[in-house]
């Protein structure tokens, strides 16, 4: 992960599990091409996704995902605007 840019860097043929959060999130591919498997429930089978740069899909609280970068990828993953001033505010910001 680059600090300056939050972005994060998946090269081709590496898998990255992201495990379920309590808020829900936002994946946005910035470069690249991502195949991204999304976690499923007992009502929904798990699902497999691509996304090419400049799509964005939302993840449920809860739920996982399996990215890999084809052939490499980067990636943004968001948390919604209250989540982040709230992370802000618990670590002395304003």
């Known amino acids: 992960m680059s600090d300056a ?3 994060w860097h998946l090269d081709g043929g590496r898998a990255l599990t992201l495990v ?14 991502v195949w ?11 699902q497999d996704h691509w996304l090419e740069a400049g ?8 739920q996982a995902a399996v990215l890999e ?7 943004e993953l968001l948390l919604p ?7 802000r505010r618990f670590l002395g910001g304003r």
């Open 69 to 75: 970068g084809w052939p490499a990828a980067e990636f």
């Open 20 to 33: 379920g959060s309590a808020e829900a999130r936002r994946l946005a591919v910035a470069r690249g091409r």
């Open 81 to 87: 605007p209250a989540s982040a001033a709230a992370g």
């Open 5 to 7: 840019q939050s972005t």
């Open 36 to 46: 991204l498997t999304l976690s499923g429930t007992a009502a929904e089978p798990a």
């Open 55 to 62: 799509q964005a899909i939302a993840l449920a609280p809860g």
